[in-house]
């Protein structure tokens, strides 16, 4: 059982990494995104291919981080959902869209 303090924390870090992600989305234009999102092609995705190998090393830090401290990418991207809520249809609303983002993290993490 985890105590209120560890659950404030994680929810914290899952907050604070959303708001890093929106950040990235909006500096790489959210309607070019929600365009290729709405034909299905991830977001995430688009965005890990397009980093430089420093900030990909960097991505990778700060996830593992936050995987250590029981934050699931689930929960990111939940969170990234309520902040922007104009990607929030695209990520729940369309079958497999949030499989296929979960997808990328994973891969991205292994070094795919």
């Known amino acids: 059982m985890t105590s209120f303090t560890q659950r404030t924390a994680r929810h914290f870090l899952a907050?604070?990494?959303a708001k890093e992600i929106k950040k990235?989305?909006?500096k790489a234009g959210l309607d070019?995104?929600?365009v290729l999102a709405g034909r299905g092609v991830s977001i995430?995705?688009?965005y890990l291919q397009g980093c430089s190998p420093e900030e990909k090393v960097e991505h990778r830090r700060?996830?593992?981080?936050?995987?250590?401290r029981g934050i699931t990418p689930e929960m990111v991207l939940d969170e990234v959902a309520r902040q922007m809520p104009e990607i929030a249809p695209i990520m729940k609303g369309k079958e497999g869209y949030r499989k296929v983002e979960l997808?990328?993290?994973?891969?991205f993490l292994k070094g795919s």
């Not at 700060?62 to 250590?68: E, H, K, S």
């Not at 997808?103 to 891969?107: C, D, N, R, T, V």
Request: charged share 25%.
């Open 44 to 46: 995430v995705g688009t």
């Open 24 to 26: 990235e989305i909006e």
């Open 62 to 68: 700060n996830f593992n981080f936050l995987i250590a």
């Open 15 to 17: 907050i604070k990494a």
């Open 103 to 107: 997808q990328k993290i994973a891969e």
């Open 32 to 34: 070019n995104l929600k």
